[in-house]
């Protein structure tokens, strides 16, 4: 029995682009691929993909949104599901190069213009440092407790214990320091506008002109636009981008606004809590995260470059992740967690510590990241179960995690990805779990099947290392 599909791809990449999408996704995957009779048209590609047991016939149809219409007879469905997983991580492959060559713009009406932060190695620690969990921050604590220690004796443990709860309660204020806007109900909206400039151009103008010439241009448009209340155009930018090169085609301009508070107050409404503080992060790393000593006190912080990567279903899928984190109080949980190990380090399980310190500490911090796990697992669970599109969020999770998946198809990077320091499970077991869910709307206790699943997961890619 024959099936027919279709999948929608939405991309970040203006109409000037779209037929040299389809020409990187003819010559990079489909001509050295398992695939015949390939036709391509301005805006579309036909092709088949043939096998001894059936014959997959496809077509991509370029556009704001990708469409992808695959008819295939029900035995091959996993093939088909793959081919689309495949096109799906090309797209994401040439956005990647695509932002290399983009200047963008974000703000938000009323608020200070505030130029986009470049990605430093600073910049993605602290944001990996604080992630939902807090976990990095107490590894951080290791070394502040020899200190304290020295100097206070006995009386570190309560030092320790007062500062990790410290930490804690006031999270909130923490991510508050990271974002540069705050959205409220009265000024909900991020606006984006993009120049996505000609490659040749762009890195002839670095090449001669040097990187801080990018800072240079894009704080000129500021000043002739968004300085002036007015959002960047053509018009706006093209005596700027002229003066230094770059021809200013409005193919080549993608803009987009999107109500980032409207998102985040359906998504609490459908958890049942307050609406947490909404802070936007003006970076290109795309992100979110979302903390606070309870619901009544959450905050959920966002990048500007999870806005631009993500459509508004997808954005509210990732937001509904980190609800999941504040109405299951997961700092608190696992504040306690690690409060017990510090506790237990120091009592009962001295002796080993004494024994094998550097052991003991790759040990406990593994089996604490572990458990953490679970969590990030629920918070998933709890995104589905409560918005009703697991889909949706596997496909975010594709997005902002494609390179990551495309490690993980090896068995030795999937075991890393079980055992890292990391509270997140891997990328691949995470979208194979959201799309294969069924029934998710019965299940009893939204921890318990994630710590089973998870458990699951890791004995599978063990058993998938050695088969």
Known sequence: MSMIKEFFIGTEISPAYYGELLDFIYRYYLIPGEFTDIRKEALKIAFRALRKDGVIYGELIGGGDFKLILDYPRNLEEWAHSIYA?????????????????????????????????????????????????????????????????????????????????????????????GEWVLTKDNPSVHIVQFQLPEDEFRFFIKTMGEDAVVRIKREIYDASLANKRPPTCDDARSVLERHGFRCNPLYERSRTVNLYRIVERAASAFGIPVPKVVLANTMIANAAATGPGPGRGLVLVTTGLVVQLTDDEILAVIGHEMGHLVGRDPIILFSIVSAEFILRLTVLLPVVIISPILYIIVAMGVIFFVAKFFEARADLLSAMTLGKPEVLARALRKIGYQKLALEKRGSQRITGWTAWDPHP????????????????????????SAGDVIRGLKEAILHMFS
């Open 426 to 449: 891997p990328i691949y077991f995470r979208i194979n779990r959201l799309e294969n869910l069924r029934d998710y709307r019965n299940i009893k206790s939204p921890l318990l099947q």
């Open 86 to 178: 495949d096109i799906f991580t090309s797209i994401q492959v040439f956005e990647d190069v695509l932002r290399q060559h983009t200047i963008y713009f974000a703000w938000v009406e009323g608020e200070d213009i505030i130029p986009e932060k470049p990605p430093t190695r600073r910049g993605m620690a602290s944001r990996g440092i604080f992630g939902s969990s807090m976990l990095l921050v107490y590894v951080l604590f290791f070394g502040v407790n020899i200190i304290l220690f020295v100097i206070l004796g006995f009386y570190a443990v309560i030092a320790i214990l007062l500062m990790q709860l410290g930490i804690i309660l006031l999270s909130d204020r923490i991510y508050a320091r990271m």
